[in-house]
T-cell receptor
């Protein structure tokens, strides 16, 4: 069954600290993976896309990793800011004749002063 | 540049009524997607338009849902008659080209509550 799981379900950290969010998937055949940030009351915003051959990709304070062998991805946030408080969603695309994307349940991150 | 817009932002209707959601994609984006998030669950794909054609509608839950994109610009998603389990947030997204198969830009969503 094609699934995307994320951990932790929720996380509270102090402003300025780092954190790492995890994404495990069983999607096959794998095409690529994106991390989205969703602020409350808004639609998801893409942070980064990872293809099969990429291991690490950074976007400012966000660094995503991908291990296609173990089917795991992580999103590392450095020097967290209050504005990082949001839901972070891992989305995996299957390589099929149509575009098939499967969303994870998200990790709710709260950054507190 | 205007982003993806959706209307209304909220809708509260009674079971059995009809509701029509509208999505205006970013100008020039051929790909338009509909998704929904039912309470406590992950976002799920509903369907994908390329211009005015339905590329993939495998995620549509049943025939009470009808999506259209006349002229290849804005799209509507009609639910008729609405049931309690249709409550959730309906997202629209658009992409220019296939963008790796992912929707690039999401709208803010329409929160639908069926009583």
């Amino acid at each position: 069954k094609n699934q995307v799981e994320q951990s932790p379900q929720s996380l509270i950290i102090l402003e300025g600290k780092n954190c790492t969010l995890q994404c495990n998937y069983t999607v096959s055949p794998f095409s690529n993976l994106r991390w989205y940030k969703q602020d409350t009351g808004r639609g998801p915003v893409s942070l980064t896309i990872m293809t099969f051959s990429e291991n690490t990709k950074s976007n400012g304070r966000y660094t995503a990793t991908l291990d296609a062998d173990t089917k795991q991805s992580s999103l590392h946030i450095t020097a967290s800011q209050l504005s990082d408080s949001a839901s972070y969603i891992c989305v995996v695309r299957r390589e099929t004749s149509y575009d098939k994307v499967i969303f994870g349940p998200g990790t709710s991150l709260s950054v507190i002063p | 540049e205007a982003g993806v817009t959706q209307f209304p932002s909220h809708s509260v209707i009674e079971k059995g009524q009809t509701v029509t959601l509208r999505c205006d994609p970013i100008s020039g984006h051929d790909n338009l997607y509909w998704y929904r998030r039912v309470m406590g669950k992950e976002i799920k794909f509903l369907l994908h338009f390329v211009k005015e054609s339905k590329q993939d509608e495998s995620g549509m839950p049943n025939n009470r849902f009808l999506a259209e994109r006349t002229g290849g610009t804005y799209s509507t998603l009609k639910v008729q008659p609405a049931e309690l389990e249709d409550s959730g947030v309906y997202f629209c997204a658009s992409s220019q080209g296939l963008a790796g198969g992912f929707p690039q830009f999401f709208g803010p969503g329409t929160r639908l509550t069926v009583l």
